[in-house]
């Protein structure tokens, strides 16, 4: 990601590799080796302190060391470590699936658990497929998604995910899907609309493209509730979500919310949705289930479809050997009941309230900042070239993986990303820090970011 233009020196990148047999992401870039957690920082193995402003991707709910996750995950495996679904439950299961039912939307019943978010969302879209053959519509196969969407990296998931870059190696091995517009108020509302009616517009779109394919042969419409990584944080305005639940009602067409991202209180609710006034047939949540603490994800599956495949075939056609892992499961637990126990909903949108209001003080008159935008601790900046004509910067500049390199330089971890405007085109910053961060930090994290805006854009212009 910061290929193609001198980088600072704790980004180097020297031929040789360092003598790892690691295949890396970055193959070019020689990355600080993590060596500790503290907090919401993680210290590398010169005992450079990183304040950890995006979680990781999203990831890192409680931050690097809560001892109490920790204690759980030792006592899970001292008593059992790994007990395979095809022959056991296990109590961490268990109770971590009660958990959750507790806290999830109207009509949500059971827990499908994974292991990340791609494979949740893979369990999704066959839950859909499987759920239609359960009750003889067979000719529903198609999905919807959006544009800009994101969705995981297997195969099924990159298929109704609507990131052309992320696509387009791949593309000779990918199912069919349709794509619509995003809820992308800041470049698709016209002059004069409101939030409301251009929400209502943008939903009508699904309708629109329900009948171009055939009200029978649709069997899902996917969304990110806010969307994440690829689009750069896109809540939705107020309504969108209720004309979307009610076009999908009217032609049987289950929706499924991707909350991997912006689920599990990460917009100050423990699910992304409340706050649309919505309930899904699927919700998908990983990241911040776990905290990164442990690989868990899981699909909430309402009692409808359940029923269909308890009254049908009476099993799911589906599964993968680490799946309901207890010691993953016993994490998990222990994350959501400290997120309560500590009421820490109420710091995220305590501190995502300060994030907004420091992010604008510090970049909303900024001549290449062109929006701000959010939910409680999950927080985009777009950069434009020009705030009146909102022209995206030039893609060979790679500001976004310049602000990632020097914002690393300085000692903060942000999620930049590039793309966001039309697929291609456009760069943003994707901000989701703990739960736990406290004032100082989050003044910390918009100083250090501000300045690492500047300067990439100082080198790239």
Known sequence: LVSGY??????????????????PRMIRDQLPRAVKGDGVYIIDADGKRYLDGSGGAAV?????SDTDVIRAIQDQAENLAFAHTGFFTSQPAENLADHLIGKAPDG?????????GSEAIEAALKMARQYFLEIGETARTRFIARHQSYHGNTLGALSIGGNALRRKPFEPFLIEASHIAPCYAYRHRRDGESEEEYGLRAA????????RLGPNTVAAFIAETVGGATAGVLPPVEGYFKRIREICDRHGVLLILDEVMSGMGRTGTTFACEQDGI?????????????GYQPIG???????????????SGFFQHGHTYMGHPTACAAALAVQRKIETEDLLANVRRQGDL?????????GNHANIGDIRGRGLFRGIELVADRTSKEPLDLSLKVHARIKAHAMDRGLICYPGGGGADGVRGD??????????EEAQTRDLVEILGNSIDAALAGAC
Request: proline content about 8%.
């Open 428 to 437: 943003h910053v994707l901000l989701a820090p703990p739960f736990i961060i």
């Open 60 to 64: 890192s709910c409680l931050g690097h």
């Open 6 to 23: 001198e980088r600072p020196p704790s980004m180097s990148s020297p031929d040789d590799p360092g003598g790892t047999h690691v295949f």
């Open 279 to 291: 309930a899904p047939d699927i919700v998908c949540v990983a990241k911040g289930l776990g905290g």
């Open 108 to 116: 949500i019943d059971w827990v499908y658990f994974m292991s990340g």
């Open 204 to 211: 009508d779109e699904l309708e629109a493209e329900i009948q």
């Open 355 to 363: 994030l907004d209001t420091l992010l604008h003080g510090r970049l």
């Open 298 to 312: 899981a699909a909430l599956v309402s009692a409808k479809l359940f029923q269909a495949f308890r009254d049908g």
